[in-house]
T-cell receptor, first 115, second 114 residues
């Protein structure tokens, strides 16, 4: 079946602009995660949704970052007033239920470059 | 101390050899452990999950878990050049409400040379 999809694959924006990154999880997966990966590092957790609600947003670096999942499927990560330090690959993953043992499957990522 | 630690490598092995990748974690209550493979410019791909002490084998891959030593490893038998990638160890933490949150190590770069 179809895997996790993310759009756009690449986004170049100017410092101070607003961006939206979209994630479409595997059909039937109730849990959705956002991670951020910088070069040479492992992915870093940002936020986790169980259904429509954000169960844990402790990884969001500051209030410029916000994410929604209004219908419990597609999620959008929103970044306001982008900074050059926001440049990274933003990864979305989904899992069946969000339990500790659930296997998470990643999308191809969105490479964000802030100039 | 980092929550999940891996030797960044690079680890270089000849084709046909066994590659051994290691990972330690600091949260003694961690319950679930995963190995991901990441090719350059691509996203992480799940290759193994392990939940209880001992070995788990899947084809050429064997994951080993020792909770007492807080250590998890991945063995790749009969290594192939196509196994050349970064291998990420990931752990789910014991407590809190974020049941599925993964904490990753920085990854080990593996190079298999012909």
């Amino acid at each position: 079946g179809a895997g996790v999809s993310q759009t756009p694959s690449n986004k170049v924006t100017e410092k101070g602009k607003y961006v939206e990154l979209r994630c479409d999880p595997i059909s039937g997966h109730t849990a959705l995660y956002w991670y951020r990966q910088s070069l040479g590092q492992g992915p870093e957790f940002l936020i986790y949704f169980q259904g429509t609600g954000a169960a844990d947003d402790s990884g969001l670096p500051n209030d410029r970052f916000f994410a929604v999942r209004p219908e419990g499927s597609v999620s959008t990560l929103k970044i306001q007033r982008t900074e050059r330090g926001d440049s990274a690959v933003y990864l979305c993953a989904s899992s069946l239920q969000g339990d500790r043992g659930d296997e998470q499957y990643f999308g191809p990522g969105t490479r964000l470059t802030v100039t | 101390q980092k929550e999940v630690e891996q030797n960044s490598g690079p680890l270089s092995v000849p084709e046909g050899a066994i590659a051994s990748l290691n990972c330690t974690y600091s949260d003694r209550g961690s319950q679930s452990f995963f190995w991901y493979r990441q090719y350059s410019g691509k996203s992480p791909e799940l290759i193994m999950s392990i939940y209880s002490n001992g070995d788990k084998e899947d084809g050429r891959f064997t994951a080993q878990l020792n909770k007492a030593s807080q250590y998890v490893s991945l063995l790749i038998r009969d290594s192939q050049p196509s196994d050349s990638a970064t291998y990420l160890c990931a752990v789910t933490n014991a407590g809190g409400t974020s049941y599925g949150k993964l904490t990753f190590g920085q990854g080990t770069i593996l190079t298999v040379h012909p």
